[in-house]
């Protein structure tokens, strides 16, 4: 039931059944393209099923409809930006500038309910028409739909925004949407995209959810949108850009003559009039800062500090609320992330036998309380993570690649290594040492590092760098490095700043990073981003492990082109065995709740989104009014 998480993967912090009529493979013909068939213009449109919420609703169940407006939101942030346009892949863009569906500046031309499955309400488009066959769809545009300068949205937007993000943009927009083959407009506010292929029944909803960019301001006055800028951007959203001090603070202002305001899909949201982000250098200053009230939230994604560090003056310790909330959001993959393009990490018996020095369960022991859950799937928290052996049905995807795949998927469950928690993993390094033997590393230097001697004579030193921006997760590290120095590996930790980390991640220049690559109920284009071959040199992409596998590539295709709930959920499971056996990461760990520590000046609707807290959208301030009682 999650959303796409398709931004860049969230690194570790402290941030859908398909049908289909035809064979996906065949070519959208002309004159099929304009042919209205069965199909009819929906306010709403699920992946599968129905909308949960009628026509004529009024509000969805996890806000407070009765919110009062007003006050200020202060959140948080590590590091710094430099940009405020979150589209391209230079700069870093500053904190709540969505870059994909709706948001505080941009509006999409449909947007997600964040509680149900993958299902999408009309925003700027006021109704979604799609062939029967999924070869083309058609976004009809609210007439009261306009800009914070008051000029009306239109279709030449919608095309305009289309052609940009996916010839300038992150390379993610041109693999997410890419099997749209044009786009044609119907007057001012009728647009159609016509697709490539049948049958992708996921490609209308994630065009809906393409955030609509204004024509007419990024074409004027020499704006270049390639390039960083600081230019607080015209948008449609429920609010502006106000006070901007790159690498400080960025202030976002209520517009009280958004359009949006009365649609039912928004009733309840957007209820602060400000919404600040404040900057801090590290986790730690973050903190001391929050127990001083200079913000209002902290989702607290360090078990120690939760348990430790929340300590305040009794006058105002019944003022700090810490709860913490069970959760249904698919978990993704937070792992040690292994760049394959490195020589030193390109052996499938090297990246194995590094995973054994890494002890969850001590570790979990010592700097966690025991908190966390070892993750062992790329779909943690969803049934589309595979378990056991392969069933018949996953077979079918499987059997065609024999000797293509690792022979392991057919005969043994995979499982990550584990120990017993005292720290005495002696047996896990020694499977570990015979995997390096096997891979060559039969050698040592003068520094007691494991080399091999490759054919041009040229030693291959065992040694590489774990790279991230945050001190925070040194205690977790140091142990893994020494379990590596025991068996002949050399590793470091390298903490540079968030931009430094975020530019060599764009470039591929590492050999480890700690991320999150962040997964969705209803996996499907995206996944050409994560692991496809055409992306794996594309700089800016999240292909992070480089992955050149034609194997890969058309278990991807064959995502992509599910033709059922069932028929994806075992296709997801397939591809993910695969990369499991190919130990392309080291998983590390997961928790199944959030933890919430705020000031009871916000306060938030009584059911919360399964999926997302959405704390800016949906809480509001106790000191706007005194009417927060639910319908």
Not at 150 to 158: A, C, E, H, N, Y
Request: charged residues 25%; proline residues 5%.
């Amino acid at each position: 039931m999650y959303r796409k998480t398709l931004s860049m993967a969230v690194l570790l912090l402290g941030c859908i059944s398909i049908t289909s009529s035809t064979h996906a493979n065949e070519t959208v013909e002309t004159s099929e393209v304009t042919a209205p068939e069965k199909a009819q213009p929906q306010y709403a449109i699920a992946l599968h099923g129905s909308p949960k919420y009628p026509a004529d609703f009024t509000h969805v169940d996890y806000v407070n409809p009765n919110a009062p407006k007003g006050g200020t939101l202060r959140l948080s942030e590590t590091g710094t930006y430099d940009s405020l346009n979150p589209f391209i892949v230079k700069g870093v863009p500053a904190a709540g500038l969505n870059y994909l569906r709706s948001g505080y500046i941009y509006e999409s031309l449909m947007q997600n309910a964040w509680d149900e499955p993958f299902t999408l309400y009309g925003v700027i488009a006021e109704s979604i028409t799609v062939a029967p066959d999924k070869s083309w769809v058609t976004f009809k545009i609210r007439d009261e739909a306009k800009w914070h300068d008051g000029k009306p949205i239109t279709s030449d937007d919608v095309k305009w925004s289309f052609e940009t993000l996916t010839e300038k943009g992150q390379p993610f927009f041109k693999a997410y949407w890419h099997d749209v083959a044009s786009i044609t407009t119907d007057g001012p506010k009728s647009v159609t995209f016509n697709f490539s292929i049948k049958g992708n029944a996921e490609l209308p909803l994630i065009i809906a959810e393409m955030s609509i960019l204004p024509k007419h301001y990024w074409t004027s006055e020499g704006r270049d949108f390639s390039q960083t800028s600081l230019e607080p951007p015209l948008g449609s959203g429920p609010y502006k850009i106000g006070k901007v001090e790159p690498g400080q603070s960025i202030e976002y202002v209520r517009n009280s003559d958004w359009w949006g305001k009365d649609l039912p899909f928004f009733k309840g949201m957007y209820n602060f009039d400000r919404v600040v982000f404040d900057y801090y250098k590290d986790e730690n200053v973050k903190h001391e800062a929050f127990l001083a009230g200079n913000f209002d939230i902290k989702i607290e994604s360090t078990a120690k500090t939760w348990h430790e560090e929340y300590k305040v003056p009794e006058k105002r310790a019944k003022s700090l609320v810490k709860e913490e909330v069970v959760h249904a959001r698919p978990q993704g993959m937070t792992a040690f992330i292994m760049n394959i393009r490195r020589s030193v990490l390109d052996d499938v018996k090297v990246r194995e036998a590094i995973g054994y020095a890494y002890d969850f369960e001590w570790s979990n022991k010592q700097f966690a309380y025991g908190d966390y859950v070892r993750t062992d799937s790329y779909f943690e928290n969803s049934e589309l993570a595979s378990s056991g052996l392969p069933s018949a049905e996953e077979l079918e995807i499987l059997t065609p690649h024999k000797g293509q795949i690792p022979e392991e998927i057919f005969t043994q469950e995979f499982k990550v290594p584990v120990t017993d928690g005292s720290g005495n993993i002696r047996n896990n390094l020694r499977s570990a040492i015979q995997l390096l033997e096997a891979a060559g590393y039969r050698e040592f230097n003068e520094d007691k590092i494991r080399f091999k001697t490759l054919e041009d004579g040229s030693k291959q030193v065992l040694e590489f760098e774990i790279l991230h921006y945050s001190q925070v997760y040194e205690r977790w590290i140091l142990p893994f490095i020494k379990n590596l120095e025991r068996i002949g590996v050399k590793a470091k930790f390298r903490v540079v700043d968030p931009a430094q980390f975020q530019n060599r991640v764009n470039d591929f220049d590492y050999d480890m990073i700690i991320a999150n690559i962040g997964q969705s109920d209803s996996p499907g284009n995206e996944q050409r981003e994560f692991w496809h071959s055409e992306k794996a040199d594309v700089k800016g992409s999240r292909n992070y492990i480089g992955i050149k596998d034609p194997v890969i590539d058309a278990m991807i295709d064959g995502i992509i082109k599910a033709e059922s709930r069932e028929d994806l959920v075992r296709k997801s499971r397939a591809l993910e065995r695969v990369l499991l056996w190919n130990y392309y990461v080291i998983p590390m760990w997961h928790y199944p709740k959030w933890r919430l520590a705020y000031w009871d000046k916000i306060q938030r609707p009584e059911t919360l989104s399964h999926i997302s807290p959405m704390i800016s959208s949906t809480w509001w301030s106790s000191e706007a009014g005194n009417s927060n009682s639910a319908e």
